[in-house]
Structures are given as structure tokens and as C-alpha cells.
């Protein structure tokens, strides 16, 4: 990784921001942000399909024909076919409809959620995109604030998941998610350090 920035949480546990494709990073596990359909789409999910190969979308189905429809706020498992990560975990985020139907309790569930299951996999590290913010409107300021108070809770829940990776498209995004960790750490009264980590480091991204 040759430009991030990090938050160490305390007892073992970061939270790490890196502006870049979330297909290509190497966590254990990347999160998708799709439809209840789990039959693909555009944006960070028709990129999964595509670098991750059909094997995604085989085993999205078999999920589908066994549960049916995934509900916002839930997730499941599948395999990450031919992405350097082993798992997608797939996701819902709800889509904003101006703040008054549930949204916030909706995504924050994506983001628990989504944690929660990488954690009973025995994973050690999960990427997430900015859920919802896309296509599905919501607004990226309060988005990264649901996003990263969810993560930080999970987080210290988790038996194994150690590291919680955000992985922003552009710019604008992750200066949005790094102005939301500190103001979630102001309104925690929490002692995080922001670090700025540059330069290769030897390690991949
Ligand atoms: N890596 C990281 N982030 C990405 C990537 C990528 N390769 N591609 C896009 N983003 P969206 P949503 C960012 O629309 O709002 C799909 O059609 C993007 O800039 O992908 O949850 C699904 O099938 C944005 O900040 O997801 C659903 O129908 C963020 O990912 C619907 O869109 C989320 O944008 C879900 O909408």
C-alpha cells in the first residue's frame, strides 16, 4: 500500500482509508455494494462481476433461489472467483429517499452486517466502498459518519477481523471519510491519531 491513512482503534484493531478500486485490493475479503437482486449492476457492483468472473454471480443465484431476495441492510457470502480477495461480501444499502425512511438504521445495518459476517468467517481484514452513495443517492457527508461509527463499533465486537479498510473512488470521497473519522473521534472524546502513511512500504495495497 503506498498511500494510506490509518486509525489506530487500540487492542489490535485499525481502521485504515485509501483512495483507490476496490477490486484490486488483497483484504481477505471486499464488501459489494448491490442490489437485492444480487444479479449485478452497475458501479462498485458491475466492477465486482466483472473482475471477480462468473463465478460471483453463480453462486449470488444459488443464494437467491435459497433465500430469496436480499433486504437492505443485510449480507451474505460468496466466493471472490478471480478477484485476489477470497470472499465478496454483498450488501445492500438502502436508497435515499430524503432521510426520514429508515436510511441511517438501513445502512449502518450494511455496514454491521457486512463486518459481522467477515468476522464469523475467521477473516482477518475487510474492504468496504461507500455504500449507497452512488446510484442510491445518499448523501456522502453522513454516509461516511453512519459508515464509520458502524465499523468502529463492529470492530471492537469482532473476534477477528483486525483491520476495517475503506476504499474510496476518488478523491472528494476520501477526504469526505477522513473529515468523518475526526469528527466521530471529537464526538467520542476518542485520543485516535490520524496517520499519513506514504511511500512503498513493501507490502501490497
Ligand atoms: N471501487 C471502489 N469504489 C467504487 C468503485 C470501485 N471499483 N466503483 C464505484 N465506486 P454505487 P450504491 C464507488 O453506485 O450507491 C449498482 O447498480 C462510487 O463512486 O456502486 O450502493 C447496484 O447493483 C460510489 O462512491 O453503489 C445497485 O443497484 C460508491 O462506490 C446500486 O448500484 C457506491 O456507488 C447500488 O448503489
Known sequence: MHDF??????????????????????TDAIVNAANSTLMGGGGVDGAIHRAGGPAILEECKKIVAGQGHLPPGE???????????????HTVGPIWRGGLHGESGLLANAYRNSLRLADRLGLHNVA???ISTGAYGYPPAEAALIAIESVVDALREARNIREARFVLFDRASLDVFLQAALAVAHRRKATWRLDHITGSTGANQ
Not at 481502521?15 to 488483497?26: E, K, L, S, Y
Not at 449480507?75 to 461480501?89: D, E, H, M, P
Request: hydrophobic share 40%; net charge neutral.
Open 75 to 89: 449480507a451474505v457470502s460468496s466466493t471472490g472467483g478471480r478477484l485476489l480477495a477470497a470472499f465478496v461480501i
Open 5 to 26: 491513512h490509518k486509525i489506530d482503534l487500540g487492542e489490535g484493531s485499525t481502521m485504515t482509508f485509501v483512495q483507490g478500486d476496490i477490486t484490486r485490493q488483497t
Open 128 to 130: 468496504f466502498p461507500a
